[in-house]
Nanobody, 125 residues
């Protein structure tokens, strides 16, 4: 049974940092491109970042470029999203996702193979 378990969310002031983790089990981790999406209250789920199977390439939505860094450790079946200089508009539930067929630069909030249950990030002004 495949599981993606997110952790690291919480409450932080604007300008602060958080590090999200997503631990995967039940799948051949290094054959999956991985990524993060987020969903703010009343809004649709949106792409945040994705990373290639080997971890040598990553893709980001424009609004987080230069602030967020996505990495992966294939030995630990885990991806990490380092979020710096957080803004109130980053407030959302953050979801980890995995896909075995899509290239990392073609992630979209539908048709992904697996999803985590999400972790809440709240950024206060």
């Amino acid at each position: 049974q495949v599981q993606l378990v997110e952790s690291g969310g919480g409450l932080v002031q604007a300008g602060g940092s958080l590090r999200l983790s997503c631990a995967a089990s039940g799948l051949s981790f290094n054959t999956y491109a991985m990524g993060w999406f987020r969903q703010a209250p009343g809004q649709e789920r949106e792409f945040v970042a994705s990373i290639s199977r080997r971890g040598d390439n990553a893709n980001y939505v424009d609004s987080v470029k230069g602030r967020f860094t996505l990495s992966r450790d294939n030995g630990k079946n885990t991806i990490y999203l380092q979020m710096n200089n957080l803004k109130p508009e980053d407030t959302a539930v953050y979801y980890c996702a995995a896909d075995q067929d899509k290239p990392y630069y073609h992630f979209a909030p539908y048709g992904m193979d697996y999803w985590g249950k999400g972790t809440l990030v709240t950024v206060s002004p």
